[in-house]
């Protein structure tokens, strides 16, 4: 049984920083790509960026360009997501999701073959 368990949510103050963490089982993790979408409260569930089987070609939605960074460690089937700048508007729960099919670009949600439970974040003034 596949799972996707991510971590390190909680509250921070608008320019603060997180490190989400996503730990995988059930899966050959480095034959997976691995991103992180994010649902704010009211919307849509949305891309926020992606990491190639290698831990190589980041991708990030226009909205988190320059302050979010994607990282993976295979050897600990876990991947990362360090959010630093933090806006109010980056509130929201963090999801983590897995697909087999390796191609640049914003993922649509239907390509998703794995999602996490999610993790919230909150951004206060």
């Known amino acids: 049984q596949v799972q996707l368990v991510e971590s390190g949510g909680g509250l921070v103050q608008a320019g603060g920083s997180l490190r989400l963490s996503c730990a995988a089982s059930?899966?050959?993790?480095?034959?997976?790509?691995m991103a992180w979408f994010r649902r704010a409260p009211g919307k849509q569930r949305e891309f926020v960026s992606s990491i190639d089987k290698s831990g190589g070609r980041p991708w990030y939605g226009d909205t988190v360009k320059g302050r979010f960074t994607i990282s993976r460690e295979n050897a600990k089937n876990t991947v990362y997501l360090q959010m630093n700048s933090l806006k109010p508007e980056a509130t929201a729960v963090y999801y983590c999701a897995a697909r087999w099919i390796d191609r640049a670009g914003n993922w649509p949600e239907w390509s998703v073959d794995y999602w996490g439970e999610g993790t919230l974040v909150t951004v206060s003034l």
């Open positions: 059930g899966l050959t993790f480095s034959s997976y790509v």
